[in-house]
């Protein structure tokens, strides 16, 4: 049984000298030249999504994405890894000007026009959609963890958020942005969205914005709730993590799962508190950060041919995540010191 790898990541654009944002990905993508399955617009003009192809696991990924990177920069962009921009003025948006994008803008309002917001996204092939549903059911168990390992958006508007991914807080604002419930099968997925996209008027579930889902368009088993990354290294054991992860709960034979209601307050614990926050482990106990990343290390490291990514979640625990390097950015250099560092990681 295959479980292949894909990255997508969107990235904001920001001046090269100034670091503030820079609506310009119009510019920037005519200037890539590069198909749009690997590099495209997002809702807004100043952010970039880009994407993997179809790997074998996270070092071919991350060496896409790597790639990708350097294409932006050769092409005149600058691009930052951060869930958001941590300077940018309330209200600083320009919406891209598509279809897809300006229709959203007119449902969602105000919500769209405070600042623009990141992720990183990872998808596992499945190999059939009651497996994708049995992979779901089991990650949403892992997503708080997962969540806590990346946040990475300690300021927003020039100010400290008091928070590990204020991202996370201002996405929570988009309508079906949750952790949803378990499913007993696809038929059961599809039966339960169905009311869902009618009340909505909705074309089809890629608009369900929910933490982890299944993607049946693709194939996939897709993680959302990650704060779009700085450093590369960080991006691939996250990436890493998430696939060992998926393939554990893809084989595993369990038929109950963990209700949402305490997956939503862990998640909310990891978006507060980043490395430093308590989850419940699978017996219902709270624990550090670091110890359900150490075991969830080993039952990834048990399904991944390749675990030198993984590296990338022990440097997190050994030196900090992005939270917690902008903090200490700003403590000794300010703002500047945070964009620029955020910037210069990212150039990788």
């Known amino acids: 049984m295959e479980f292949t790898l894909g990255i997508e990541e969107e990235l904001l654009l920001v001046d090269r000298e100034t670091h503030a944002l820079s609506h310009s990905s119009h510019e920037l993508l005519g200037a890539m030249n590069v ?3 690997s590099a495209r617009h997002d809702l807004y003009e100043a952010q970039v999504e880009l994407s993997s192809t179809i790997c074998a696991d996270a070092a071919e990924a991350g060496a896409e994405i790597a790639r990708l990177r350097r294409l932006a ?4 962009g600058t691009p930052m890894g951060a869930g958001i921009h941590p300077a940018a003025l309330l209200g600083d948006v320009r919406i891209t000007q598509q279809p897809r994008y300006t229709r959203a803008a007119e449902l969602l309002g105000g919500v769209v026009r405070r600042t623009p917001d990141c992720a990183l996204h990872v998808h596992v092939g499945m190999p059939d959609p009651d497996t994708a549903i049995r992979a ?4 949403r168990e892992h997503l708080p963890l997962l969540h806590a390992l990346a ?3 300690a300021y927003w508007y020039g100010q400290d958020a008091l928070l590990a991914s204020a991202r996370f807080v201002l996405r929570r604002g988009f309508p079906r942005v949750e952790v949803p419930r378990a499913f007993r099968d696809f038929e059961d997925f599809e039966q339960a969205i169905a009311p869902m996209l009618a009340a909505a008027e909705l074309d089809d579930y890629t608009s369900l914005w929910w933490d982890v889902r299944p993607h049946p368009k693709l194939g ?3 993680v959302r709730v990650m704060d779009a990354q700085s450093s590369l290294e960080s991006l691939a054991g996250l990436a890493a993590l998430v696939h060992g992860l998926a ?10 799962w963990r209700d949402r209601e305490p997956i939503e307050e862990a998640v909310f614990s990891a978006t507060s508190k980043g490395l430093n926050a308590r989850l ?4 219902g106990r709270l624990r550090s950060v670091p110890e359900l990343a150490r075991e969830a290390l080993e039952l990834a490291r048990a399904h991944l041919d390749d675990a030198r990514p993984l590296d990338g979640i022990e440097r997190i625990l050994a030196e900090g995540g992005g939270a917690d390097r902008q903090r200490a950015a700003h403590a000794t250099g300010g703002m500047d010191a945070v964009l620029r560092m955020l910037v210069e990681e990212t150039s990788g």
Not at 247 to 256: D, T, W
Not at 280 to 283: K, T, V
């Open 280 to 283: 419940l482990d699978h017996d």
């Open 73 to 76: 920069r050769d092409a005149g």
């Open 151 to 153: 946040a990475n958006s």
């Open 247 to 256: 393939i554990r709960e893809a084989l595993s034979e369990r038929r109950e």
């Open 35 to 37: 198909d749009t399955t």
């Open 220 to 222: 996939t088993v897709e």
């Open 136 to 139: 779901c059911n089991g990650l």
